[in-house]
């Protein structure tokens, strides 16, 4: 199992107190490292779910709050995000303050993998780079079926690795090389951008991933290729 630390502290431990860390740097660094790509990223997720017309959503390992707050330009009734650590929800939320969404959109510190919802509550369930910081991932899967609604959409953005050579090429080396020591330059946390090219590696991509969500209930899986593979978003239907 991947953890970002080497320290005996379970995966989930360590991945509340990396993103308790780089909570203060997270924004400027997500768009820089980027190139403001990830913010594209967010709307073809809104755009996958505009036809659905969800009313009530949960955003899982929301962050500060990006695609919950892109996803208020729905219309839903409410968003609930969820993630493990304190300190990037506290920068959540003062952008809900910023942009009038507190009575949209509410922020609570929470687990993936033992969610605190009933059954069959939420239109949709979105999640943006946090499924490979999870645990045990069937388990964080097995809780979105669990509360989406009959019919209710899962949507998946998670980092993939490009097929192409040269574009893999590139993509590995920025990943390994540039990334972590500009991730060490402005959040003083080198392991946790060491963590993310070796997280990303290690999650199943493509039609891996739509194995897992078949083998636990999904269906109508399918997936979407994003800038020239750095990306994908992954669907299923409960």
Known sequence: MIKPYNEIESKKAQVEIMFDNIAPKYDFLNHFLSLGIDKIWRKKVKKILKLKKPQIILDIATGTGDLAIELSKLK????????????MLEKGRAKLV???????????KGDAENLSFEDNKFDAVTISFGARNFENLNKGIEEVLRVLKPGGELVLLEFSEPK?????K???????????YIGKVFSKDYRAYKYLPESVKSFPHRENFLSVLSSIGFADTKYFTLTFGISTIYCGTK
């Not at 839903?76 to 300190?87: F, K, N």
């Not at 910023?98 to 609570?108: A, G, Q, S, W, Y």
């Open 76 to 87: 839903p009734v409410r968003i609930y995000g969820v993630d493990l650590s304190e300190q």
């Open 164 to 168: 192409k050579f040269l574009i893999k």
């Open 170 to 180: 590139v993509y590995n080396f920025y990943f390994s090389q540039i990334l972590p």
């Open 98 to 108: 910023k942009r009038n969404l507190t009575e949209i959109i509410e922020f609570t």
